[in-house]
């Protein structure tokens, strides 16, 4: 199951750092998301656009509001100022992460 | 004071205006607050002091004022309604200048008090950036602009001098929301836990619409009603910062525990620690309750000591950055627009285009997050993109793209090419008491 369907997120930007929310729309659904949305399978996800000397992505859980935070720094290489990056923001990186396939078990 | 109503009228130096006037119209607040400076948005306004010293200021500054200041300072039957913005910018003496202007004009006797004291340019020597290491020294002609991040002080003594129009330059984003809670309740400078509950509702608010259901939609998925009309929000407070956000009754958009979850973790890195030069605030145990519909009570927030050091954001010059984009559709547009990338590249290094950094992209295929899809798009667009150190370098990046029109492969349409300066940011650390806000009537 695509991870859109369990979760939303926004995704903002300080510097050359992202920061992703994963939000689950039922409070039922965030250990699933805690268990299998480790800061590993983020930065794979990611590895082809993340900096290889930055520091490593990294994950908060805020069980309140059922969300993970993940902090991918360097990921705007050199931040919306100096990036030549089209979406200089990096504003569409957490859509895309929504494409991640999730686990259900039966 | 029982219940304190603080509105948020902008969340970006360009945002909509009619929703800021639908809430000093109809928000029956007490504040009106618009926030207007990203990153570098005060490095380009130094810039543009630099050309008009009357100027840099924000360019929607005067037509905002023209539209909310008639609702502005006691009127018959309502609250007393006051402004708080960092409009100010670069300069936030000529905005309040302005804004005196515009009163006047209107027949309005109201009191305008700036805050000055961010600008820390001429007060830098050896400070070192915290981006790559390297000093503002070594910056030498090419640095512009260095503005420390104030907190409430400047507004504080601001609102103690009974303003109704406070204007700022460089102030953290939440301290303009803050600020007025703390004059309004009486709160010490080191009340911690009401100081971190103060700067929830000022994160959740500062970005405008973005906590009232904009950015938000995804159809199918969290819909919201009547976008095209989105209604900016309002917070209601008490007197140790318990917070409900809503909006103005009749206005589109939502207010509900997602987009305030959103609205909570946007632009926050450890949310146990989000530091502002008020408050080292804790919003990792925050939890929303939806007490009925577009009303969302927000609770857990936090406080601890406010850091020591003081963020400043430096802007520096950092070469130019040429582009240029051209289209391609139809069967085998891919297979052109791959051509007519190979083509730019050759020709740029053909004629000997000087670049530090380069990207030529397919946008539809590839532009955002790297190549994925094998499906064939009915149309795509290349899109090269250079920064190069001198200007007549960058101009030929846009050139070779548009030159494709007669002398690239079949078909492309819609050139586009530009080139702009690249004012670069930059972050390093002052100790605060090197930071002097004061306010001048």
Redesign the interface.
């Known amino acids: 199951m695509k991870l859109?369907?369990l979760a939303?997120?926004?995704t903002?930007?300080?510097?050359?750092?992202s920061?992703i929310?994963i939000?689950a729309?039922r409070a039922q659904d965030y250990p699933l998301l805690c268990e299998q949305l480790t800061a590993e399978r983020v930065t794979a996800f990611f590895k082809?656009?993340l900096e290889p000397l930055a520091a490593p992505v990294?994950r908060?859980e805020?069980?309140?509001?059922?969300?993970l935070?993940f902090?991918l720094p360097g990921i705007l290489r050199?931040?919306?100022?100096?990036s030549?990056?089209?979406?200089a923001h990096g504003k569409?990186?957490g859509s895309?992460l929504l494409d991640l396939d999730l686990t259900i078990p039966t | 004071m029982n219940t304190l109503r603080i509105g948020s009228g902008a969340g970006y130096s360009g945002d909509r205006i009619e929703p800021a006037v639908e809430l000093a119209e109809h928000g029956d607040l007490d504040y009106l607050v618009f926030e207007c400076l990203a990153e570098r948005t005060i490095a380009l306004a130094q810039q543009a002091r630099i050309s008009d010293p009357q100027g840099g200021y924000d360019p929607l500054l005067a037509e905002r004022m023209r539209r909310v200041l008639p609702f502005v300072g006691q009127g018959t039957g309502r609250r007393r309604l006051r402004l708080i913005t960092n409009m100010g910018a670069a300069n936030p003496l000529a905005a309040a200048g302005e804004v005196r202007r515009i009163a006047g004009e209107l027949g309005l006797g109201l009191k305008v008090v700036a805050v000055v004291g961010d600008d820390v340019l001429h007060t830098l020597s050896g400070e070192q950036l915290l981006d790559n290491g390297q000093t503002v020294g070594a910056l030498g002609e090419r640095l512009i602009s260095a503005n420390a991040y104030l907190g409430v002080e400047g507004i504080v003594q601001a609102l103690r001098a009974d303003a109704d129009v406070v204007i700022t330059g460089r102030v953290a984003d939440p301290s303009l929301f803050l600020a007025p809670q703390m004059f309004e309740f009486g709160w010490a400078f080191d009340d911690w836990p009401r100081l971190g509950r103060g700067t929830l509702v000022g994160h959740l608010l500062e970005c405008a619409g973005q906590v009232s259901g904009g950015y938000f939609a995804d159809p199918g998925f969290k819909d919201v009603e009547d976008l095209a009309r989105l209604g900016f929000p309002l917070a209601e407070i008490d007197a140790d910062g318990n917070a409900l956000i809503t909006k103005v009754a009749g206005s589109g958009g939502r207010v509900s525990r997602a987009t305030c979850a959103e609205q909570l973790i946007y632009e926050v890195h450890d949310p146990a620690a989000y530091l502002t030069p008020d408050v080292t605030a804790d919003f990792s145990q925050v939890g929303f309750v939806e007490e009925s519909v577009d009303r969302v009570r927000a609770q857990g927030a936090s406080g601890r000591a406010r850091p020591e050091q003081l963020k400043v954001s430096v802007g520096y010059l950092d070469g130019w950055i040429g582009e240029g984009q051209m289209s391609y559709g139809g069967p085998g547009a891919v297979a052109r627009a791959e051509l007519a990338r190979e083509v730019v590249l050759k020709r740029l290094a053909l004629i000997g285009v000087n670049m530090q950094d380069l990207r030529a992209e397919l946008i539809g295929m590839d532009s955002l997050h790297g190549p994925r899809s094998s499906v064939e798009p009915w149309e795509v667009r290349l899109r090269v993109a250079a920064r190069c150190d001198e200007r007549s370098d960058a101009v030929r990046v846009g050139n070779e793209v548009e030159t494709l029109y007669t002398n690239g492969p079949a078909g492309g349409g819609g050139a586009s090419k530009s080139v702009r300066q690249v004012v670069a940011v930059a972050s390093l650390l002052l100790p605060r008491e090197a930071v002097k806000p004061r306010i001048e009537e």
């Open positions: 859109h369907t939303h997120s926004r903002g930007d300080k510097g050359d750092t920061n929310s939000i729309y082809d656009l990294q908060y805020l069980p309140n509001v059922q969300a935070n902090v050199g931040g919306v100022t100096r030549l990056a089209l979406d569409c990186l895309a």
